[in-house]
């Protein structure tokens, strides 16, 4: 009797792991964020907007957010292509590239920023021979969707590649024995497998490219109105010693990205739930 009335727990200490997580959790990302949103609160409501919608910072939102999403589309696009290639094909040098493809991991973003800046100046490598067409990099918006780009790429990558390897070439050539094309057979039965991956390789990307700082402000020349970033606005509101000002800043990048991510992950869980029922 005393054996039934006790519960059982597979994981032993579940109480003490649990308050461990939540107390870890707290102190290294609830506690910081609500210290964001009671600074900025501390501004009053006026000033609070005064601060965060000014014509200089709204720029610089249209510039992080819109760079970002763009960035993540293109990452979306081509790290699927790029890790389409590391698992379906063998050839010369390929456990260099799948190397290369962490480099933007390993690499300090100072350094990627001015590497990048480097490489797409007018008188650098690729910036000698786009100038003369009038396509300008470094320097502008285009060189901030360049770095962002640059700094996404692995986390699509890593993402997809473990879920193509487990994939299995039989469900396609089954497929195409029954008459589906090629694309077919990759609309219908391979992306609707990758396409949860993939919408978290997207999510992972954006959410990394709207908080990036060393990468891009070597490379954008950081022109008030023209191609400076919100995590800019909010260094130049610290050094100034405008807090408030800066926690205003910082709370509306966190509603923003929250609402965003939640957009993703959302439509991650239906795509999931979806592609099991039709399973």
Do not use: C
Request: hydrophobic letters at 55%.
């Amino acid at each position: 009797m005393a054996s039934s009335s006790t519960s059982f727990r597979v994981l032993p200490g579940f109480g003490l792991s649990l308050g461990y997580t939540l107390g870890y959790l707290s102190l290294i990302v609830l506690i910081p964020l609500a210290a964001v949103f009671f600074k900025a609160g501390s501004l009053g409501f006026e000033h609070f907007w005064d601060a965060a919608t000014s014509p200089r910072v709204l720029a610089s939102y249209r510039l992080s957010f819109g760079a970002s999403l763009i960035a993540a589309a293109i990452n979306a696009v081509f790290g699927l292509m790029l890790a389409w290639v590391l698992v379906r094909y063998s050839f010369p040098g390929k456990r260099l590239v799948d190397a290369l493809v962490d480099l933007p991991f390993a690499l300090p973003t100072a350094v990627a920023g001015i590497a990048l800046t480097a490489l797409y100046a007018k008188n650098g490598w690729v910036g000698s021979v786009l100038e003369p067409l009038g396509i300008k990099v470094a320097f502008t918006p285009l060189g901030v969707l360049v770095a962002l780009v640059f700094i996404g790429l692995p986390f699509v990558v890593r993402t997809v590649q473990p879920i193509l390897e487990d994939l299995d070439t039989e469900y396609e050539e089954a497929a195409v024995s029954l008459g589906a094309s090629r694309w077919q057979a990759f609309r219908y039965v391979v992306f609707p497998t990758l396409f949860p991956a993939l919408l978290t390789g997207f999510a992972l990307a954006f959410a990394r490219a709207v908080g990036e700082y060393g990468s891009v402000i070597f490379i954008a020349g950081n022109i008030p109105m023209v191609s400076e970033i919100t995590p800019l606005m909010i260094i130049t509101k610290l050094e100034q010693y405008d807090y408030a000002g800066a926690t205003a800043v910082a709370v509306v990048m966190l509603i923003f990205s929250f609402i965003l991510l939640l957009i993703i992950n959302g439509l991650q869980a239906w795509t999931a739930k979806r592609t099991g029922r039709a399973r």
